[in-house]
């Protein structure tokens, strides 16, 4: 996830702004100049932008219960037993 606000916005069009662009300009080949294009242009954007980690389990859902979050780790586990083994004590259980 990608840390997306004015501030950065703003800082990303500054300095795309601030960028020479003559060398891509200057080039005969269509193919090496997209890439040096594309160079500065996730440079920038990478300096802008920085990655966040967010952890979704716990914020999005918050009625999720210890007790709920053992029976879903529990089930988990034996689903692939009663499907593997097709037992009908491990289904019951």
Sequence with gaps: MRGINDQS???FQ???SHENWKEIFMEDDANI???KFLNIYLRIF???FNKK???FNTISKPWITK???T???RKRVLYPKARDKNE???RLY
């Design 14 to 16: 500054l300095l795309l």
């Design 9 to 11: 916005v703003l800082l």
């Design 88 to 90: 009908m004590e491990h």
């Design 46 to 48: 990478h300096s802008c």
């Design 67 to 69: 007790g709920i979050k």
């Design 33 to 35: 100049s997209f890439n």
């Design 71 to 73: 029976s879903c780790n």
């Design 53 to 55: 980690c967010k952890d």
